[in-house]
């Protein structure tokens, strides 16, 4: 049992990306945990994130934390072996804005591609494609965007990789041109062929078959 470790419990989504986030960091950091897959809202959840009542959250020990991101850095700093953020405070600075973009201007105007169509899904299509443009110029350093290592970027960044791939096929287009991002796509090998990045994935055809269901 790691230093610093209580019960753990990781209330989630199978399909969720942002869920994979923190089940991923903390295979990473070699912590063990229980994952509970919650098909709707329980009274546990509702508990512990009565704010957004949405998931992830990781209840360590009586403690519950929610938002992926907050949650990433919560496990940074109670297990810091195998560490996932860089030590120079202005790395870590640039850690934090490309996972916050990540969030707050990718991720988005993916959501909206997927509810909209016609006019307004060309839009948010062309949105998607800039906001790609902005980590293929500034968030690449190496291997990976933390360099030669993963970081909380790469794990905030893993929705580029099978959910970006079946996203598309549900709408029947392609996200990812690697002749227009050639970094990112380079990126998503690396990413995709590490054993437990891969290992952790849902099933692919089954997490197509359940985004087609909610198209």
């Not at 992830?56 to 907050?70: C, F, W």
């Not at 494609?129 to 030669?148: H, S």
């Not at 994935?201 to 909610?214: E, G, I, N, V």
């Amino acid at each position: 049992m790691a230093k610093n470790e209580h019960k753990l419990r990781l209330l989630g989504a199978w399909a969720s990306p942002f869920v994979y986030r923190v089940g991923l960091a903390l295979k990473l950091k070699g912590i063990e945990y229980m994952e509970e897959d919650l098909k709707n809202k329980s009274p546990l959840l509702l508990e512990s994130n009565p704010t957004h009542k949405k998931v992830p959250v990781l209840i360590h020990g009586n403690n519950p934390v929610s938002e992926s991101v907050v949650i990433l850095e919560h496990i940074e700093e109670t297990w810091p072996e195998n560490p996932l953020m860089p030590q120079d405070p202005y790395d870590r600075a640039t850690t934090r804005f490309l996972s916050k973009f990540i969030d707050d201007k990718f991720i988005p105007t993916l959501g909206m591609v997927l509810k909209t169509q016609g006019e307004e899904q060309e839009k948010a299509m062309k949105e998607a494609e800039e906001a790609l443009k902005t980590l293929e110029r500034g968030g690449i350093k190496g291997k990976f965007f933390g360099g030669e290592a993963i970081s909380i970027v790469d794990i905030s960044a893993s929705c580029l990789s099978i959910w970006l791939e079946v996203f598309g096929e549900a709408i029947g287009t392609k996200f990812m041109d690697s002749e227009k991002f050639p970094l990112i796509s380079s990126w998503i090998e690396e990413f995709t062929s590490i054993d437990l990045v891969k290992e952790s994935f849902p099933p692919r055809d089954k997490l197509l078959a359940y985004h087609k269901s909610l198209l």
